[in-house]
């Protein structure tokens, strides 16, 4: 059973910081590459960033380039997402989630939902003006 466990949520004030986590079953994405959506209320879960199996190639979406990144990590069962100078339209939900088609980022299924196959619950992200 692939799980996965989003945290580092929170309540920041705008041009403030948060480090997400996303921790998964050891062993069952190692291999695969991973991706981060955020839902927020009444709209559609959207693309935010990617990152491939061996964390050397990673995209971000137009809106959060050059505030986030997804750093390399050492243990092989985490990833995050570090999120600065964030804004209040970055309000939403955060998931991570399992590319279900392998280890690379391939256009365009790593930017959609359907290109992923385990999700984690998510983690709430709020952002005061």
């Known amino acids: 059973q692939v799980q996965l466990v989003e945290s580092g949520g929170g309540l920041v004030q705008a041009g403030g910081s948060l480090r997400l986590s996303c921790v998964h079953s050891?062993?069952?994405?190692?291999?695969?590459?991973m991706g981060w959506f955020r839902q927020a209320p009444g709209k559609e879960r959207t693309f935010v960033a990617a990152?491939?199996?061996?964390?050397?190639?990673?995209d971000y979406t137009d809106s959060v380039k050059g505030r986030f990144t997804i750093p390399r990590t050492v243990a092989k069962n985490t990833e995050h997402l570090q999120m600065n100078s964030l804004q209040p339209e970055d309000t939403a939900v955060y998931y991570c989630?399992?590319?279900?088609?392998?280890?690379?980022?391939?256009?365009?299924?790593?930017?959609?939902?359907?290109?992923?196959?385990?999700w984690g619950r998510g983690t709430q992200v709020t952002v005061s003006s």
């Open positions: 989630a399992r590319n279900k088609y392998g280890g690379s980022l391939l256009r365009p299924g790593y930017l959609s939902v359907l290109g992923y196959d385990y």
């Open positions: 990152i491939n199996w061996s964390g050397s190639v990673t």
């Open positions: 050891e062993g069952s994405t190692s291999t695969y590459a």
